[in-house]
């Protein structure tokens, strides 16, 4: 079971667990607002864009090419970008804290 | 035209030798030329790059073939560039995302059972004219939230908004449009309900109150954008299925894979084949020169089929994980109704499986668009078949 917290563009603060599937089916399946999946997780959309603590990207680390190739476009992209369809809900990330990018 | 009955479940990438060798395609339409940009990476970057390829040129001009000679009026958000545009959006997105309500989906599965039903009763019929069209109008009353009884208007239209029996634009036909818009605006100032209509006129974008020419803007938009494109996706899923039942009996066995099932089809499809964009400046995409004031393509159809990006382009690949397909468009301007687009193709993708045990087809004639250089199937004019139920 991972606990991990969402924090929207509004400031507030989302905790959700879960224990399969990908990050985005969890944020989704919670309302976080502003993570939307459109594409149902297949890294189509770019709806579901998260900044990943600087301590934590070495954990979850960096994204495959086509993840990296929608991220390049997208207006908000940092270094610490990833696209959370992309990320699985493992204990791995257990405690994590995650910015919703839009 | 072409009439068959077997290989219809085949599309052919129209555009590979051409991806290949110079990544650029062209084409007229009404002596008004288009330098057709046919690698995903690049249409991308052209799609982001909102500033030198701009939707906000004068209105009709980025859609291919231009719908300058028939409208005046701008299509919103579509037709508008960043910062504007996203005023617009953030005054539509929420409403456009009421497909992902259970509700909407309960009522939009009755939508989807009763065509199934009627197709079963009929001993054969035409695809496109009795199934994908009814079911498409059926389902835009839910996206307007209008009465369904005015899904029967828009049935009798027939399956194309702006043209007639051939491929050419249609005045006349068009204008049954925008005067029917124009009429249903002045019929939710007169007696305001919970619809589109009366909602936009309620509402406010880039902290303006929305105009009629705009609220015009907004539902020729959400009628033409989303009618030959849903109508292509239904049509071509069912002949998709009529040669490949065991795919569509996997989905009844194990329906975690619906989802990438209908992404899947939507790449494969790609229903629009390009958009256009109008360069504001002399720039150049794959060392092609491309003049200010011309046009280009983002031909979304190719891009789907890049054998850079996509492994085995042209076979349809239900355990593909990774599929960046941009059937949706990319970037600013993705498609408004994809929401209720997906919804509408998860949904009967599902039914179809749970239901149907064969579809056998009886005669096809393949719709052809001829883009210049390139001849694509971009769907079916009519498409006959029978279901044989469960």
Request: net charge negative.
């Amino acid at each position: 079971m991972a606990k991990v917290i969402f924090i929207t563009k509004k400031n507030d603060a989302v905790e959700v667990e879960g224990d399969s599937g990908s990050l985005m089916e969890l944020a989704t399946a919670n309302g976080v607002s502003g993570i939307d999946g459109d594409c149902g997780g297949v890294c189509s959309c770019a709806t579901c864009h998260i900044y990943v603590a600087p301590n934590d990207f070495e954990k979850i680390g960096q994204p495959e090419e086509i993840e990296s190739d929608m991220l390049e476009l997208d207006d908000n992209v940092t270094q610490y970008s990833r696209l959370c369809c992309q990320i699985e809900v493992t204990e791995a990330i257990d405690g994590m804290t995650f910015v919703v990018a839009n | 035209m072409t009439s068959k009955v077997t290989g219809i479940s085949e599309f052919p990438d129209a555009f590979a030798q051409q991806r290949r060798v110079t990544g650029m395609g062209q084409m007229d339409d009404q002596n008004d030329p288009v330098n057709m940009i046919l690698g995903l990476k690049d249409v991308r970057k052209a799609a982001h790059n909102c500033a030198v390829f701009q939707s906000g040129a004068k209105p009709g001009r980025i859609v291919i073939p231009s719908e300058v000679a028939i409208r005046e009026t701008r299509q919103i958000p579509f037709e508008v560039d960043p910062p504007e545009h996203g005023g617009f959006r953030e005054l539509l997105n929420p409403w456009f995302k009421r497909p992902l309500d259970e509700c909407y989906q309960a009522r939009l599965q009755t939508i989807i059972d009763e065509t199934i039903e009627n197709a079963f009763k009929a001993e054969s019929f035409d695809v496109v004219s009795q199934f994908a069209l009814p079911l498409q109008s059926k389902a835009l009353t839910l996206l307007l939230n209008t009465s369904m009884d005015k899904a029967q208007t828009w049935i009798d239209w027939g399956t194309h908004v702006f043209r007639s029996e051939g491929s050419d634009l249609d005045g006349d036909k068009a204008n049954i449009l925008y005067n029917y818009i124009d009429e249903q605006i002045e019929n939710a100032i007169l007696n305001p309900g919970d619809d589109l209509y009366s909602v936009l006129l309620n509402s406010e974008a880039n902290g303006k109150k929305l105009s009629k020419e705009e609220i015009k803007g907004v539902m020729i938009l959400t009628f033409a954008g989303g009618r030959d494109t849903v109508i292509n996706a239904i049509t071509n899923s069912i002949a998709y299925f009529s040669e490949n039942i065991s795919d569509l009996k996997r989905i009844d066995d194990q329906p975690e894979i619906l989802n990438r099932a209908v992404e899947e089809l939507i790449r494969y499809f790609s229903p629009l084949t390009q958009m256009g964009r109008v360069a504001t400046q002399d720039t150049s995409v794959c060392e092609h020169a491309i003049k200010a004031d011309t046009r280009v393509s983002l031909c979304w159809a190719s891009a789907n089929r890049d054998e850079k990006v996509f492994k085995d382009p042209n076979n349809v690949d239900f355990d593909r994980k990774v599929n960046p397909h941009i059937s949706f468009g990319f970037s600013h301007h993705n498609c408004l109704g994809a929401t209720h687009a997906r919804q509408i193709l998860r949904q009967l993708v599902l039914s179809l499986a749970n239901k149907v045990a064969q579809i056998e087809t009886i005669k096809a004639d393949e719709n052809i668009e001829k883009l210049g250089e390139f001849s694509r199937k971009v769907g079916f004019n009519s498409l006959h078949v029978s279901f044989k139920s469960k």
